[in-house]
């Protein structure tokens, strides 16, 4: 094991969240070292194929997967440098002012340590930094104003104007979606040209991936990014009290050790907890930050509600942004659902491509042979899709534990238990319902539900914030309330899950706190 | 991988044909050309493969030319980072293999147990009959991974293999609009 020179900060894992750790740290001034287990992608990587778009999704040691309804996380998380950002669709809702006092409100869920107006600062310095396209004015009607996205609405195509009727006469206003994408030229980044292979990484820049914003903001600072280097252990001092590195396996698989003055974990809601857990020592028996035993516990994810319709006309469904051209929050509130508890966010118009998972073949599992073709080629011309996205409570028996068999390094695998609760089934149902009657009202030829398993889409909590120790692993700022120079990043962090997309969030909380770090840096290390 | 440089498999990635080994020596191919060309298998044996081509067409005609078992040997023979097959993204626990073996045997044990035939030896009709009750999961003693999962996968390979090519999108009409293009058509 060859010594290393010590970092001021090591930060586990290239995705969202550690890109922006890195960005802010990095540009203070300090040694940033950051540690990835995949490979380092750059943007000429990202092939527009659904074969090659696999290869920046997950791999390395799986997780086993529990529970009635087990966690499919392999789709949403990442490999490599710039993580599941690499591929997301860069929509970027936010959460809403009804998220973060669940508990107080309804008696239900948990509340946060902090509100919107906590975060909302945040939101808007993201959207300056890495460009978002929108229209915040048109927002307002849900939430408290900010400043405008620094770049208007995307281009919208028929196959998400065509359903505007539709939810017009149910009574959903939507809006323009808005997107960390580029809808013109922005910070030397081109625009988007709206062929529709977001979520196989987007190689022109235009797309707000790490690569092209905070982690190459990053990488200009000074930061070092060492890929294939997989994290096992969070080491401490002797008496548990600081911690001092990781230890993590290069890759010629020798096992090395980073000294850090502070460590950030930022390798996804599943495998911070693993991490943790795997770091138990003499004084943190049951692995570190975990006395109270709630390191992996409160494992949440969304469940969307896809309505498919086929349409007498040619939507030309290939053009557009695998993301979403429109948006709404009108079925946002608690109990917007009459008998079901949770909020809904819906999205219309996506570009759609023939295979992988949202691909048109999927969108009649049933069908095959001979009536496959046919479908395929009907598709082509007149298919479109909405999603009614949903949120699930926090349930603390939604866990990530070690099980007993282990990877190549050694250490022990994850296992994820995860089951829905009659609530998750109220709501799915409730908006397969309302899309059902959208589709026919905007006059869809065909329409049908995309039932079957109920999906889990965007993995947060494992490591979630609080007021304290006694209900939660860190603060706000994502530092953990027993090693004050430890500190986790991500959806993790989130204690209930809303129902928008998680990464505008990721991307403001991690700023936020990486802001804090590098403010408080003395008292911190100290 | 060792044969086939580096710089030159990384080109061929970019533009996206899969390696091949062929006369020991490994070249660049398309599934279709690999099978047209009767490129030996890497880990199916030939039973194995025949199943998977008899599945393949059965789902989506076309599969079987254009490739599926050779795609799927091809990348079970890759390491699982590497790997270009849905069944990465569907939660599959690499190694690949596995899974792909458990399919087939429990196919083939069901077919024998209904017919006393492996699953390639029905005829077209009787193929059909099968695939609809496996994803129905209606097959009686069934042994193995889920039928309506196995149908999920191998379905989606079938897919693929047909319809994720620049010539599938050519066949239904839909411009490919590739920022890079994966070669030869793929």
Redesign the interface.
């Known amino acids: 094991m060859a010594k290393l020179e010590k970092a001021a900060v090591v930060i586990v894992g290239a995705g969202a969240s550690g890109a922006v750790y890195a960005a802010v740290l990095a540009k203070t001034g300090k040694k940033v070292v950051v540690l990835e287990q995949g490979p380092d992608w750059k943007l000429s990587d990202l092939i527009s194929s659904d074969f090659w778009g696999r290869r920046i999704k997950t791999a390395g040691a799986p997780f086993i997967l529990e529970g009635k309804n087990p966690m499919g996380y392999a789709y949403q998380s990442g490999w490599g440098v710039g993580g599941a950002a690499l591929h997301y669709f860069a929509n970027f809702p936010r959460l809403l002012q009804n998220d973060f006092k669940v508990k107080s409100e309804h008696n239900r869920g948990l509340d946060w340590p902090i509100d919107y107006k906590d975060v909302a600062p945040y939101y808007d310095k993201v959207a300056r930094d890495v460009g978002v396209s929108g229209d915040a004015k048109a927002e307002e009607i849900w939430r408290p104003a900010g400043a405008a996205y620094p770049m208007p609405p995307m281009k919208t195509f028929r196959n998400g104007e065509i359903w505007l009727k539709g939810f017009e006469a149910v009574g959903i206003r939507m809006v323009p979606a808005a997107v960390g994408m580029n809808s013109t030229e922005y910070k030397g980044r081109p625009a988007c040209i709206y062929d529709g292979w977001c979520h196989v990484g987007c190689p022109t820049g235009a797309l707000s991936n790490p690569l092209v914003t905070y982690l190459g903001d990053a990488r200009k600072a000074g930061v070092e990014v060492r890929a294939w280097s997989t994290v096992t252990r969070v080491l401490t001092n002797g008496n548990g009290t600081r911690v001092t590195g990781v230890e993590y396996y290069d890759q010629k698989k020798e096992k090395q050790f980073q000294p850090a003055r502070v460590v950030v974990l930022a390798a996804w809601s599943a495998q911070n907890p693993r991490i943790l857990l795997n770091s138990a020592n003499g004084a943190h028996p049951k692995g570190l930050a975990n006395r109270n035993g709630l390191v992996g516990k409160y494992m949440m994810t969304h469940f969307a509600s896809g309505t498919w319709a086929i349409f007498d006309e040619n939507v030309e469904n290939h053009m557009g942004t695998t993301g979403a051209q429109y948006m709404s929050y009108d079925r946002y509130g608690k109990t917007s659902h009459k008998g079901a508890f949770g909020s809904s966010f819906i999205v219309a118009g996506s570009a759609l491509k023939t295979s992988d998972l949202g691909g048109f073949a999927n969108a009649r599992l049933d069908l095959f042979g001979a009536d496959l073709h046919a479908f395929m080629k009907r598709a082509a011309r007149g298919l479109t899709r909405i999603n009614a996205f949903g949120e699930e409570m926090p349930n603390i028996e939604n866990r990530v534990e070690l099980a007993t068999d282990k990877d190549e390094f050694g250490m022990p695998l994850g296992r994820i238990v995860h089951s829905y609760d009659q609530d998750v089934s109220a709501v799915w149902n409730a908006n397969f319902e309302e899309g059902l009657k959208i589709a026919k009202a905007a006059g869809a030829k065909e329409a049908w539900s995309g039932r079957g398993n109920i999906p889990t889409i965007h993995l947060m909590g494992g490591t979630i914030m609080g007021t304290g120790a006694a209900n939660s692993v860190v603060n706000s700022y994502g530092q953990t309330h027993e090693i004050p120079n430890l500190f986790v990043a991500g959806p993790g962090i989130f204690p209930t899950s809303g129902a928008s997309n998680p990464t505008y969030t990721i991307f403001a909380l991690s700023l936020r706190g990486a802001e804090r770090l590098a403010g408080k840096w003395k008292t911190i290390v100290a | 991988m060792h044969e086939l440089k580096r710089r030159d498999f990384i080109r061929g ?2 533009l ?1 044909a899969l390696a091949f080994t062929v006369g020991g020596a490994q070249v660049l191919l398309t599934a279709r050309e690999a099978r047209a060309q009767g490129v030996p298998f890497r880990l199916l044996k030939a039973n194995e493969a025949e199943t998977l081509e008899a599945l393949g067409e ?5 599969a079987r030319a254009a490739g599926i078992s050779h795609f799927i040997d091809q990348q079970l023979s890759v390491p ?7 069944a ?4 599959v ?2 190694p690949y293999a596995n899974f792909y073996r458990a399919a087939i045997g429990a196919m083939d044990r069901a077919s024998q147990a209904r017919g006393g035939v492996r699953f390639a030896q029905l005829n077209t009709i009787e193929q ?1 009959e099968f ?2 009750l496996m ?1 129905q999961n209606k097959l009686d003693g069934w042994q193995g991974p889920p039928g309506p999962f196995i ?2 996968v191998t ?2 390979d079938a ?2 293999v047909v ?2 090519t620049m010539e ?2 050519e066949s ?11 070669e030869k058509r ?1």
């Open positions: 990635a970019a996206g059965t789902l989506l005609p076309g699982p980072e590497e790997a270009l097959l849905e990465r993204i569907l939660n626990k690499p059909r695939v609809d994803r149908y999920l379905r989606s897919v693929d319809y994720g599938g999108y239904l009409g839909i411009p490919y609009m590739a920022h890079i293009a994966p793929w």
